[in-house]
């Protein structure tokens, strides 16, 4: 893409309204517009990030045999009079009437349509278990909204649900989506720990918050350091495997907010290894049982020929939010230089010619090179302007694509200036930058 044909619209300035890295970078690269309090247009840049991430928690819910379906926004309140929660839910529920003077509501979340939609249908042990999910946006009329896309009033979210026989079956999907959930944040190249959470509106026992470190966080953490050495690679989706995964992490101390207890934490944690912090919550899973299933009347036959509420867990993940957790946790605030994962960053490589006016060497060139990266699948972003060099560099360096060819006035044909942001830049064939992408690209 040339960035004379492009729609990303910079900012000279940092916006004044954003108090946040995350939210004052969006709004100066243009990937994001307001249009009204808590409502943002994703633009080019902003939208095809999202787009990235969204396909990586696609393709992790797919490998744990969730299937894809998509319910509507708009939800009729008559199944949310059957679970209790119309009343409960408050006033972060938008409530809308139609022409039929029918009660309507913008999904908050998806609890009870997806019950209904469950009930309707499956009547037998022997479906189970189902595991669905939706990628949908979802509408939370929050008091305040702030921090730009990281808590809005409408935001994109996968919510997924799983429906099992009994509580040992659920506690299995419970822990297959604990581990999908440490795969999808790790291929977006985020640490984020598991950590015990109160259940809130969703109700149920058992739950966990996903939580990234961040100083711009609204989520306090209590933890014991070492949880971060917790290595979750090579575990199977087999139950034992998935429960000693969670037990490797349980052991060690680690809460939010509302589940902390001082005394516990003092008696467990010693004073080495005790970290009290900040984070982005960007994902949260939940047991529940038969909250849902037992008021709305959703059972399933058992083999000795009883029936039983079938029993259930939800589990989301904030995608829109995470455009905006990935900022605040990977921009580097000394050098002003941000650098987006090669797995969501909008673009692969940048090319930066100077352009000179009676020149078009070196925007000839560009063309040559990204006509080789593009058959091999690499996608440039190139700067095809008459700006300055430097104002350039530092355009792409907000921008944060994460490789840089850089095309000077002195022209070699097999030597190409690369650099990988936040390194020095070297002279190499357009081969061996291609074979390093691809390298990056695939180990995602
Ligand atoms: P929070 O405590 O941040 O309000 P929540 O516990 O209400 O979150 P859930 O109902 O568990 O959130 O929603 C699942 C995910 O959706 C959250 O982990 C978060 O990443 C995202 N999310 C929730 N509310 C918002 C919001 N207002 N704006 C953007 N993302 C949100
Ligand atoms: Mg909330």
Not at 127 to 136: C, D, F, R
Not at 160 to 176: G, M, Q, R, V
Not at 344 to 353: C, F, K, Q
Request: one cysteine or more; proline letters at 3%; charged letters at 30%.
């Amino acid at each position: 893409m040339y960035i004379s044909e492009s729609f990303i619209p910079i900012l000279k300035n940092n916006p004044s309204e954003a108090k946040i890295k995350s939210h004052q970078l969006m709004l100066r690269v243009g990937m994001i517009k307001q249009s009204s309090s808590g409502i943002y247009s994703w633009l080019p840049l902003g939208l095809k990030v999202m787009k990235k991430i969204e396909q990586i928690v696609r393709e992790e819910q797919n490998k744990i045999g969730a299937q894809e379906i998509l319910m509507p926004t708009i939800q009729s309140s008559e199944i949310w009079k059957e679970s209790g929660r119309y009343e409960d839910y408050g006033e972060e529920m938008l409530r809308i009437k139609d022409r039929q003077n029918r009660e309507m509501l913008y999904g908050p979340t998806n609890e009870e349509l997806v019950t209904d939609i469950f009930r309707s249908s499956v009547k037998s042990y022997k479906s189970l278990p189902q595991l669905l999910y939706h990628i949908q946006w979802k509408f939370r009329d929050e008091i305040r909204p702030r921090f730009g896309i990281m808590r809005c009033r409408e935001f994109f979210m996968k919510d997924a649900y799983s429906f099992d026989i009994n509580d040992e079956e659920a506690l299995f999907s419970y822990n297959k989506f604990f581990l999908s959930y440490l795969k999808t944040f790790k291929r977006l190249d985020l640490v984020a720990i598991p950590m015990a959470a109160d259940t809130g509106p969703i109700g149920g026992n058992l739950s966990h918050e996903f939580i990234i470190l961040a100083d711009t966080g609204e989520s306090k953490i209590y933890t014991d350091k070492r949880i971060f050495e917790v290595n979750s690679d090579g575990s199977k989706l087999d139950k034992k495997s998935l429960n000693n995964l969670r037990n490797k992490f349980e052991k060690f101390y680690s809460v939010t907010d509302e589940k902390f207890n001082k005394e516990e934490f003092e008696k467990k944690v010693i004073k080495e290894n005790r970290l009290i912090t900040k984070g982005i919550e960007v994902g949260h899973i939940f047991y529940f049982g038969d909250k849902y299933s037992k008021p709305m009347n959703c059972s399933v036959d058992l083999p000795e020929g009883k029936k039983d509420f079938v029993k259930m867990g939800s589990y989301g993940i904030g995608v829109s939010r995470l455009v905006g957790a990935i900022i605040e946790a990977k921009y580097n605030e000394t050098e002003e230089i941000m650098k987006w994962p090669i797995s969501v960053s909008p673009y692969d490589i940048s090319i930066i010619p100077i352009v000179n006016k009676n020149d078009k060497s070196t925007l000839e060139k560009a063309k040559r090179i990204n006509t080789e990266l593009e058959k091999n699948n690499i996608e440039s972003l190139i700067d095809d302007t008459d700006e300055n060099f430097s104002s350039k560099i530092k355009k792409m360096n907000l921008i944060g694509i994460p490789f840089q060819i850089i095309i000077g006035k002195q022209i070699d044909d097999d030597f190409i200036e690369f650099k990988e942001l936040g390194k020095n830049s070297k002279k190499v064939k357009l081969s061996e930058i291609i074979k390093i992408i691809k390298k990056q690209k695939e180990k995602n």
